[in-house]
């Protein structure tokens, strides 16, 4: 079955030091809670986890931010408070990966034992 063929949307904040992602469901889900911040977070968020590349830019590898990258950043580590402005003031991206095909069941098989 193939996977990894769903799109993919995310917000790329480039800071000072880091550059920091965050997923969000969708580009229309953002747009409304940007004019109406009375929309909850968790309606616009693809799930609850900021993502730091160590300056490699929007495709780089992506690690968990700490609590001490987010104080650097945003002057917090509150991550509601950052999830806020990575959502204002970052970019909007979105892209859909390339169709793929995994192995099915790498222990079926011979497994080269020989007795």
């Known amino acids: 079955m193939p996977r990894a063929n769903e799109p993919t949307s ?21 747009k409304k809670w940007r004019s109406d911040h009375s929309i909850p977070l968790t309606d616009v968020l693809n799930g609850w986890k900021i993502f730091l590349t160590h300056g490699h830019g929007a495709q780089g590898v ?13 002057g917090t580590s509150n991550e509601d408070d950052c999830m806020v402005k990575i959502l204002e003031g970052g970019e909007y991206q979105s892209s859909t990966t390339r169709e793929r095909e995994g192995s099915k069941n790498d222990s079926k098989g011979s497994l080269g034992i020989t007795r």
């Open 62 to 74: 992506l690690d968990g931010a700490s609590k001490a990258a987010l104080e650097n950043e945003f």
């Open 10 to 30: 995310k917000i790329f904040y480039k800071g000072r030091s880091d550059d920091f992602i965050v997923f969000v469901d969708d580009q229309d889900s953002l």
